[in-house]
C-alpha cells in the first residue's frame, strides 16, 4: 500500500509538470504575434529602404558617363525620341557628343547634324562641315553628301567649289542624287565651269526616274534653252512632274476670285 501512495503522489506531480509544459500563454502568444507583425520590430524587412528601378535612359546614360561609346548612342536616341521620359533635344545633343567623342562613328554624324541645323543648342555649320569631312575621308559616303550640301547652303565661292566636288565625288559611287545636285551646279556654273550639254542628260535620266530635283532643273534648261533647245511646253510638263513627284515649289500657285467686296462699284449715272 505503502508502494502504491508513493506511485501515485510521483505520478501526479510529473503529470502537472507535462501539463504545464504543454499550455500555451494566450497572452505571451498575442505578444509574439503582435511583434513579428510590428514593421518597425528588428529584424523586419522595410520596403521603403527600397530605391526605384532605373529606367533604360538613366541606365544608357550612365554607361556613357562611365565610358561606354555605343551606350551613348543609345542615350542620345532616348533623349531625342522622347523614350522613358520627355524628350530632351539638348540632352540628345549633349550625348551624342559625347560619344563621339569616344570615337563613335554613328554618333559624330547625329552630333553633325544637330550642329548643322540648330538642334538642341546654337547651329554651327562649319564645325557640322569638319566632322562630315573626317568621316568623308574614311570614305563614308553619306557623310561626304551632306558635307557637299552643308556647303552648297554656305553659299561662298569657296564652298561653292567644294560641294560641286564633293558632289562629284559621291555620284561615282552611284548615289543618283548627288549626281543630280552635281548636274544643277553644272548647268548654272556653280562652282566650277559651265557644262550645260553635259548636265541637260543626266537631268533627263533622272527626272524620267521621278527625281523631283532633277526635272525642276530640266524645266530650268528647257526654259532657257540651256545644253539643248528651248522647250516651254517642255518645261511645263517637266515642273508639273516635279510637283506630282512631291516638290511642291513647282506646284502651280492655286487661283482664287477677287472677294466680291473688293470689285468696284459701277459708276453712278448723271
Known amino acids: ?14 503529470c502537472s509538470k507535462q501539463g504545464d509544459t504543454a499550455s500555451v500563454d494566450p497572452d505571451s502568444q498575442s505578444m509574439s504575434t503582435a511583434r513579428t507583425s510590428d514593421p518597425n520590430a528588428p529584424g523586419m524587412y522595410d520596403t521603403a529602404d527600397d530605391e526605384a528601378p532605373k529606367d533604360g ?17 543609345d542615350a542620345a536616341d532616348m533623349f531625342e525620341q522622347g523614350r522613358n521620359g520627355a524628350a530632351d533635344a539638348a540632352k540628345a545633343r549633349e550625348y551624342y557628343e559625347k560619344g563621339c567623342a569616344l570615337g563613335h562613328r554613328p554618333s559624330c554624324g547625329f552630333f553633325a547634324t544637330m550642329l548643322d541645323e540648330g538642334k538642341g543648342g546654337p547651329a554651327d555649320a562649319k564645325a557640322a562641315r569638319e566632322i562630315y569631312l573626317g568621316a568623308c ?4 559616303m553619306d557623310q561626304c553628301h551632306k558635307a557637299a550640301i552643308s556647303f552648297e547652303a554656305a553659299g561662298g565661292e569657296d564652298e561653292l567649289t567644294q560641294a560641286r566636288e564633293l558632289y ?17 551646279m553644272m548647268l548654272f556654273g556653280e562652282g566650277g565651269a559651265k557644262d550645260p550639254k553635259k548636265a541637260r542628260p543626266i537631268l533627263q535620266a533622272a527626272c524620267d526616274g521621278n527625281d523631283a530635283m532633277a526635272c525642276v532643273h530640266l524645266a ?21 512632274k516635279a510637283c506630282t513627284a512631291g516638290h511642291r515649289p513647282a506646284c502651280p500657285a492655286a487661283t482664287e476670285d477677287a472677294p466680291k467686296s473688293d470689285a468696284k462699284a459701277p459708276a453712278a449715272k448723271p
Not at 57 to 73: M, V, Y
Not at 137 to 140: D, F, I, L, P, V
Not at 175 to 181: F, H, T, Y
Open 1 to 14: 500500500m505503502l508502494r502504491i501512495a508513493v506511485l501515485s503522489i510521483l505520478c501526479a506531480t510529473a
Open 57 to 73: 535612359r538613366t541606365l544608357q546614360a550612365e554607361a556613357c558617363d562611365g565610358g561606354r561609346a555605343d551606350a551613348c548612342a
Open 137 to 140: 575621308e574614311t570614305g563614308n
Open 168 to 184: 562629284a565625288q559621291v555620284c561615282k559611287s552611284g548615289q543618283a542624287p548627288a549626281c543630280v545636285a552635281e548636274a544643277g
Open 220 to 240: 530650268e534648261a528647257m526654259e532657257n534653252g540651256l545644253g539643248g533647245k528651248k522647250d516651254k511646253k517642255g518645261a511645263e510638263a517637266m515642273r508639273s
